[in-house]
């Protein structure tokens, strides 16, 4: 069992910057880790995963303003956001994998045993 809280959300304007984090109860190490969100009235989506440095993944509409990163002694996920747009909006959620595991798509949410509570990010314009 791997317990996964997220934290960092909040409101911003457009073109505002926001850095999620996600500490996890064990290991980040060997196991892919992502980030999905919930847009307003819509289903859940991927937003980036990663297994390490060198293998990412990112949704076509974050590419290039969204990082992902790793702290493996901290056992905590990152994401930077910049240039965010109003329709960034939603709770974002971080999920961990089976370590492991080789994931087919790593932006898939079924890819993921493990998922914390969410954290809200509001972006106006």
């Known amino acids: 069992q791997v317990q996964l809280v997220e934290s960092g959300g909040g409101s911003v304007q457009a073109g505002g910057s926001l850095r999620l984090s996600c500490a996890a109860s064990a290991s980040t190490s060997s196991r892919y880790m992502g980030w999905f969100r919930r847009p307003p009235g819509k289903e859940r989506e991927g937003v980036a995963a990663?297994?390490?440095?060198?293998?990412?993944t990112f949704a076509d509409s974050v590419k290039g303003r969204f990082s992902i990163s790793k702290d493996n002694a901290k056992n905590t996920l990152y994401l930077q956001m910049n240039n965010l747009q109003p329709d960034d909006t939603g709770v974002y959620y971080c999920a961990a994998a089976t370590p492991g595991t080789k994931l087919i798509l790593p932006t898939r949410e079924s890819e993921y045993s493990y998922w914390g509570q969410g954290t809200q990010v509001t972006v106006s314009s």
């Open positions: 990663m297994y390490r440095e060198g293998q990412t």
